[in-house]
C-alpha cells in the first residue's frame, strides 16, 4: 500500500514537471529532487547517516561533561569569533573535545539551555540508532516531543530555581525568566511552570484528579477500562507491524520530515485509539558545584512574613494579661493604620546595571593587574554588595587603596569597600543603586520578625542589604549612640527607635525622658506624658529643654538607679527581669517598698549642645548611668551631629557598645563614633552602619514621616491615661540664681573644711572635683558647693564654666573657717 502511493506521488510530479518544462527554473528544480530522492534511498547513504547520528551523539555527551569541568578555564577564550578560536593555533582549550567540542557545548549549555542540553545526546542517540538498525528503541515521534518539552520547560525552571547559578538554565533559561516575570511576576513565573507541567501531563498522558473516590451507581462502569487494556496490546502490534513496513521501504531521513503527515494519512484511527505509552527514565547529571561559578546575581527576595491587620489586631487584643496593665487594662497598642502605605516600594535593579558594574569592577581592577577568580552581586533596598574573590597571591590592602578608583569608574558615590567581610573568605564592594527603594515604617513594624521578637525592648530599625528585617533588643546593648551629619536621617532613626517600642510596649512597662535642647524635634510626644513619659516632680513639661533641668534630671535618674539597686538587693535578685517576675508573682511585699519597675529610656537628641553649655556636669551622670544602670532597666540613647572626639569622649564610647552612624562628614568622624571608617561613605537619606561589637551592619533605615508620629501620639493621647505623670525622685542641685544664701553652721557637712581646702588648693569650683578627688557622690557634692557658695567661699553657678573661688590661698582660708568656727 505504501509503495503504491510513492509510485502515485512520483507520477504526479512527472505531470506537473512536464506542464512546466517551458521553464528551465522548474526543470532545475526537479532534476535537484530526484538526485536528492536517489541518495535518501541509497542503503549506503542510510548507514553512514545512523552512523553519524550515533557518533555525534556520543562527541556531545563528552564535550557536554567536559564542559562542567572546564568551561572556567575555557571561558575567557570563547568570547572571540569561530573562525579565530578554530584556526588560530595560539588558543588552546582543556575540554576534552578540543575546540569544537568546547565551542558546542558553550552554545548548548551556557548561551543555550543549561544543563537540560544533556537531553540533545539522547535525542541524537535515538535517532540514529533507528535509522542504523530499523528498529526503534522507544517511540520516535513520542521521544522527540517529551524530549523538546523537557529541555524548554527545565531550562525554564532551573533559571527560576537556580537564578545565581548561571549554567543550570542557560542563557534562554535566564532570559526567559526576566521576560515573563517583567509581566506576571516571580511568583506568576512559578505558578506559569506548574501549570505548563499539568498541561503537558493531562495532555500526553490524561493523568487523573479523582483524589476522593466516587460512589459507583452500576457495574457497567468497571468493564470499559479492562476492554481497553485487553484491547492495547494488539494494537501496539500492528503499530510496530506497519512501522516496520515503513522502514523497509524508504529511509529514515525521509521518515523524519514525513512522518507526522503519513501518521496523520495513514493511520488515524491508531491515534485515536493507542494507548498511553509509559514515558521514558532520563538520567539528569547533576548539576555543578556552586563553587565553580564566576559571577551570579542574588536577588535577595523579603524573608519576613508580613501579618495581616487581624492578627495583628489580636496581638492588641492580648494586653491586659499581666498585673502591672491593670491600672490601664484598657489600653490598645496603636493600629498599624496610623502608618502610611506607601504600596510596592520595591525597584529592581536591572541585569543591565549589574552587568554594567560588574565590567567596569573588573576593568578597574585589571587596569591594576589585580585579577579576579569570581564575582557574585548581592542586591539591596538602597546598595547592591559586590563580593569578589581574588586570585592567588592578590594582597587585599592593593584592593582597598583603589577605593576612589572605582567610585571614579562607576561615576557613583557612596562605594564603600570591605576588605575583608567577616566570615567569608570574599572581599566586598558595597555600590549604590541607581533607584533606591523607600524601606517604610508599616512594612517593618507589620513583619513576622518584628511582631514576634521575643525581647524585652525590640527596636526595628529599617532594612540590610538581604532585605532582611533588622531587630534588635534595647534591654541587652544595653546603651545606644547615634550620629551623623544634619539631614542625613538622624532624626527620623530616633523616630523610629521610639516607634518601636510604642508599637510592643504597654505604659506601665515602659517610660521615657525625653531631652531636646533644640526645642522642636521630640516636643510631638507630649500628648502621650501621662502614658509614656517622665519627669522630675517640680518641672512643668515633660520634654525637657532647659540645660539646668537636664542636669537635674540626669542626677534625678542616679538616684533612681540607687534606689533600684537597693530593692534589688533586698529581693536577693541580680536584674530587672527577675525582680519583676518575683513581684508579679506576689514573692515580694509591697509594704517593705517593692513596686513593679518599669523600663526607663532616657533619649538626648542633640549631645554636642549639652557638652558645650554643661560639660563634665553632663557627662558625668551619664557616665555613672551608662555604666551601671543596665541591670535595674534604665537605657540611654544618646544622639549628636557632631561626632568630633571632645564631644563623644572616651568614657561615653567605652561605655556605649552599640553605635548607630549615619553619613558624617569626615573619616575622622566616622572613626569617633564607629572605631572605624566607613560613614564618611554612605550615600544619606537614611543609609547607615551598626555596630555592636566589632561587626558592621548595613542598614537601610525605615522612614517614619511627621504625620504618621502625630497620629500615633494621638490615638495613644486620647486614651485614659494615669491619673498623674510618672515622676522621678527629686534631686535638689547647684543654685542657678548666683545669689548667696544665709550660712547655717549647725548644717554643716562634715567635709565642709576639707572640700573647701581642696577647692582653693586647685582653684576650681567643680562638684566634679569634689567627687573624683574625695570619692564622694555628686549629691553631697552638690550640697557642699552650695554651703560654700553661702559661705562666700566660691561664686554663683556660671553654666559650663566652674565656679570662680573667692578665697585666693590656704592661709586666707583657715582663717575664714577659724572665723566661721568660733561663731
Known amino acids: 500500500m505504501v509503495r503504491n502511493k510513492l509510485k502515485k506521488s512520483s507520477e504526479t510530479t512527472t505531470k506537473e514537471s512536464k506542464t512546466k518544462s517551458l521553464s528551465p527554473k522548474f526543470n ?25 547520528f550515533l557518533v555525534f551523539s556520543v562527541f556531545l555527551l ?15 577564550k570563547l568570547n572571540h569569533t569561530w573562525n579565530e578560536i578554530l584556526f588560530n593555533p595560539e588558543i588552546q582549550v582543556e575540554n576534552w573535545l578540543g575546540k569544537l567540542g568546547a565551542l558546542v557545548s558553550h552554545q548548548l549549555i551556557y548561551a543555550g539551555f543549561g544543563i537540560s542540553a544533556f537531553l540533545i545526546p539522547f535525542l541524537t542517540f535515538l535517532i540514529g540508532f533507528r535509522i542504523l538498525f530499523k528498529t526503534s528503541l522507544l ?6 516531543r517529551y524530549t523538546v518539552f523537557s529541555i524548554l520547560w527545565l531550562s525554564i525552571a532551573l533559571g527560576y530555581i537556580f537564578s545565581k547559578i548561571a549554567i543550570l538554565g542557560g542563557s534562554f533559561g535566564y532570559q526567559t525568566n526576566i521576560w515573563i516575570s517583567s509581566i506576571i511576576g516571580n511568583i506568576g513565573v512559578g505558578l506559569f511552570l506548574f501549570l505548563s507541567l499539568l498541561i503537558f501531563l493531562v495532555f500526553n498522558f490524561n493523568i487523573s484528579f479523582d483524589i476522593f473516590p466516587k460512589r459507583k451507581e452500576n457495574e457497567e462502569i468497571e468493564i470499559n477500562p479492562i476492554n481497553e487494556n485487553l484491547s492495547t496490546p494488539t494494537i501496539e502490534n500492528e503499530k510496530t507491524k506497519i512501522e516496520d513496513e515503513i522502514i523497509e521501504e524508504i529511509t529514515e531521513t525521509v521518515e523524519l520530515k514525513t512522518e507526522e503527515p503519513i501518521e496523520e494519512d495513514n493511520k488515524p484511527e491508531l491515534t485515536e485509539s493507542i494507548t498511553l505509552d509509559s514515558t521514558p527514565s532520563i538520567t539528569k547529571p547533576e548539576p555543578p558545584k556552586s563553587d565553580e561559578i564566576e559571577f551570579s546575581v542574588e536577588e535577595s527576595e523579603e524573608n519576613d512574613e508580613v501579618l495581616s491587620e487581624s492578627e495583628l489586631n489580636k496581638k492588641v487584643a492580648e494586653f491586659g494579661e499581666y498585673d502591672p496593665t491593670l491600672d490601664l487594662s484598657s489600653y490598645q497598642l496603636p493600629s498599624i493604620d496610623l502608618l502610611k502605605d506607601f504600596g510596592n516600594t520595591q525597584k529592581r535593579v536591572t541585569p543591565e546595571e549589574l552587568e554594567a558594574n560588574k565590567n567596569r569592577i573588573l576593568e578597574t581592577l585589571g587596569n591594576y593587574n589585580i585579577k579576579i577568580a569570581s564575582i557574585k552581586a548581592t542586591i539591596g533596598p538602597t546598595v547592591t554588595l559586590y563580593e569578589i574573590v581574588p586570585e592567588a597571591g592578590i594582597r587585599i590592602s592593593k584592593i582597598k587603596n583603589l577605593e576612589d578608583d572605582i567610585a571614579l569608574s562607576l561615576a557613583a558615590l557612596g562605594i564603600r569597600i570591605i576588605a575583608p567581610i567577616p566570615g567569608k573568605g570574599t572581599i566586598g564592594i558595597e555600590v549604590p543603586n541607581q533607584n533606591p527603594e523607600v524601606v517604610p515604617m508599616r512594612n517593618v513594624i507589620a513583619s513576622d520578625k518584628f511582631q514576634n521578637a521575643k525581647m524585652e525592648l525590640p527596636v526595628v530599625m529599617g532594612k540590610t542589604i538581604t532585605n532582611e528585617t533588622f531587630v534588635f533588643d534595647l534591654a541587652k546593648m544595653p546603651h545606644l549612640l547615634m550620629a551623623g551629619a544634619t539631614g542625613q536621617g538622624k532624626s527620623v532613626g530616633l523616630n523610629a527607635v521610639l ?12 517610660k521615657f525622658v525625653l531631652v531636646d535642647p533644640k526645642k522642636v524635634e521630640l516636643t510631638l510626644y507630649n500628648k502621650i506624658e501621662r502614658h509614656f513619659l517622665a519627669k522630675l516632680p517640680d518641672s512643668e513639661d515633660a520634654i525637657i529643654t532647659d540645660n539646668q533641668k537636664v542636669i537635674n534630671t540626669l542626677n534625678s535618674l542616679c538616684i533612681e538607679m540607687d534606689q533600684r539597686y537597693e530593692l534589688l538587693k533586698n529581693a536577693m535578685v541580680r536584674n530587672i527581669v527577675e525582680y519583676n517576675a518575683k513581684f508579679i508573682a506576689r514573692k515580694l511585699n509591697p509594704n517593705d517598698g517593692h513596686k513593679f519597675l518599669p523600663y526607663i529610656v532616657l533619649v538626648i537628641d542633640e549631645f554636642a549642645d549639652l557638652i558645650m553649655t554643661a560639660g563634665k556636669e553632663v557627662e558625668t551622670p551619664i557616665a555613672r548611668l551608662a555604666q551601671l544602670a543596665r541591670a535595674i532597666g534604665i537605657h540611654l540613647i544618646i544622639a549628636t551631629q557632631r561626632p568630633s572626639a571632645n564631644i563623644i569622649t572616651g568614657i561615653i564610647k567605652a561605655n556605649f557598645p552599640g553605635r548607630i552612624a549615619f553619613r ?35 542598614v537601610q533605615c525605615a522612614f517614619v514621616d511627621t504625620p504618621e508620629v502625630e497620629r500615633i501620639c494621638e490615638f495613644i493621647g486620647n486614651q485614659r491615661g494615669y491619673p498623674e505623670i510618672f515622676t522621678l525622685p ?12 544665709s550660712f547655717d553652721d549647725d548644717d ?22 569634689l567627687q573624683r578627688k574625695m570619692k564622694i557622690g555628686y549629691n553631697r557634692a552638690g550640697r557642699l558647693i552650695d554651703q560654700m557658695e553661702a559661705a562666700g567661699i566660691i561664686g554663683p553657678f556660671e553654666g559650663s564654666k566652674a565656679r570662680q573661688v573667692l ?10 573657717l577659724k572665723d566661721i568656727n568660733q561663731q
Open 499 to 510: 516607634t518601636s517600642l510604642l508599637y510592643k510596649k504597654h505604659p506601665a512597662q515602659l
Open 28 to 52: 532545475f528544480i526537479s532534476k535537484f529532487n530526484a538526485k536528492v530522492s536517489t541518495l535518501l534511498l541509497n542503503e549506503r547513504v542510510v548507514k553512514i547517516t545512523g552512523l553519524v
Open 748 to 769: 554643716k557637712d562634715d567635709l565642709f573644711d576639707d572640700a573647701a581646702r581642696m577647692l582653693v588648693q586647685h582653684q576650681q569650683g567643680s562638684a566634679s572635683l
Open 139 to 144: 517511540p520516535l515521534s513520542k521521544s522527540f
Open 62 to 76: 563528552l564535550a557536554l561533561s567536559a564542559y562542567l569541568f572546564t568551561w572556567k578555564i575555557d571561558q575567557d
Open 664 to 698: 558624617v562628614t569626615s573619616g575622622i568622624d566616622s572613626r569617633t563614633i564607629l572605631d572605624s571608617s566607613g560613614a564618611d561613605q554612605l550615600i544619606g537619606k537614611g543609609d547607615m552602619l551598626f555596630s555592636q561589637g566589632n561587626d558592621l551592619v548595613r
Open 807 to 816: 578665697i585666693s590661698d590656704l592661709d586666707t582660708l583657715e582663717q575664714f
Open 730 to 741: 527629686e534631686y535638689v542641685g547647684e543654685s542657678a540664681s548666683g545669689g548667696t544664701g
